[in-house]
């Protein structure tokens, strides 16, 4: 989303599920609308749990302090209780004052008021998450403005590692920046390498460790990722791609080649020889038993409040007793 040098709208509204993309807009609007904001005390930053949000749009009523614009930010808008008083401000909004309020999340009730407003005058803007490829596109794209090349192969093997959070992914991009150096590529090697520079351990090395039936060295790198930051939704769909994966070896195995092979599984190629010595060790039934204990913590961790450390052990347990 760009914006103008010298038009701004009177409100904008925004919200959804993608947070980078909402702080990134939000930093650019700033960006943009800072020079036409002729005083400090024309600024100011709200939030939801703590406002008054009668008297702030009062505020946003008042004329400027200087010679410019007024900007005033509001975070954490849903958590706004008496939201009645927007829709009236709303309907003839000064033209010298920007509100820009940030909604977390999506609309539980986008047919109500204020909501319906903010559409009709079209200040509501939605975040929606990018996935798949279009996820691959963005990570592309933002290594080539860095002056690196990044293949489609390699983002794909960088999202799976680090899930699919932007925000973890930049992070990780910027990480590999640093490791390069001077060097233009960043390859499965370099990827690979700086999680072991970073001492970090990788889904794939959770699925290496869970294929050779290794209890101990599964439960420390499930904690391991866990104590990183990484989403226990992530890890329970990498583990069912994993097993489900498994169980398609033996009818491949002697129909195709191995990197053909590894793209049907799911797998780089560099995997793909761990994936065959763990489908030996792995009787139909183990997988079944695998994908059913998957299954429970999944259910688990989305209706309770348990440990994620706990119910992975647990599954831990089920899948290697």
Do not use: C
């Not at 919200?15 to 943009?32: R, Y």
């Not at 996820?135 to 002056?147: N, P």
Request: hydrophobic share 40%.
């Amino acid at each position: 989303m760009s914006f103008s040098k010298d038009k701004f709208l009177p409100v904008y509204f925004f919200f959804g599920n993608d947070s980078f993309s909402i702080d990134e807009t939000v930093g650019a609007l700033i960006k943009a609308i800072n020079p036409h904001v002729g005083s400090d005390f024309d600024k100011e930053t709200f939030y939801g749990d703590d406002i008054n949000l009668p008297q702030m749009l009062s505020m946003a009523s008042s004329f400027p302090f200087g010679a410019g614009r007024k900007f005033l930010l509001v975070k954490g808008f849903e958590k706004i209780k008496d939201k009645k008083s927007l829709t009236t401000y709303l309907n003839n909004p000064p033209e010298y004052t920007t509100i820009t309020f940030v909604h977390n999340g999506v609309m539980q009730n986008p047919d109500s008021e204020p909501y319906k407003t903010l559409i009709k005058n079209g200040f509501m803007f939605e975040a929606k998450e990018l996935k798949g490829e279009s996820l691959t596109d963005w990570l592309v794209e933002t290594a080539r403005k860095k002056g690196k090349e990044l293949s489609r192969e390699n983002a794909h093997y960088l999202m799976e590692i680090s899930g699919e959070n932007r925000a973890l992914l930049e992070d990780q991009l910027e990480k590999i920046f640093v490791y390069l150096g001077q060097n233009i590529e960043i390859d499965f090697t370099s990827i690979k390498m700086l999680s072991t520079a970073l001492k970090e351990f990788t889904i794939f090395d959770l699925q290496e460790a869970l294929g050779k039936k290794n209890k101990e060295q599964s439960v420390r790198i499930l904690y391991n990722l866990l104590d990183h930051g990484v989403d226990p939704v992530f890890i329970v769909a990498m583990l069912t791609k994993y097993f489900t994966g498994l169980s398609r070896i033996n009818e491949m195995k002697e129909k195709m080649p191995d990197a053909q092979a590894a793209r049907v599984v799911g797998t780089h190629q560099y995997y793909y020889k761990n994936y065959l010595a763990a489908r030996q060790k792995y009787s139909d039934k183990d997988l079944f038993r695998a994908l059913n204990a998957l299954l429970k913590a999944d259910i688990q961790q989305k209706t309770t409040s348990s440990d994620p450390k706990s119910l992975f052990t647990l599954f831990v347990t089920e899948v290697l007793n």
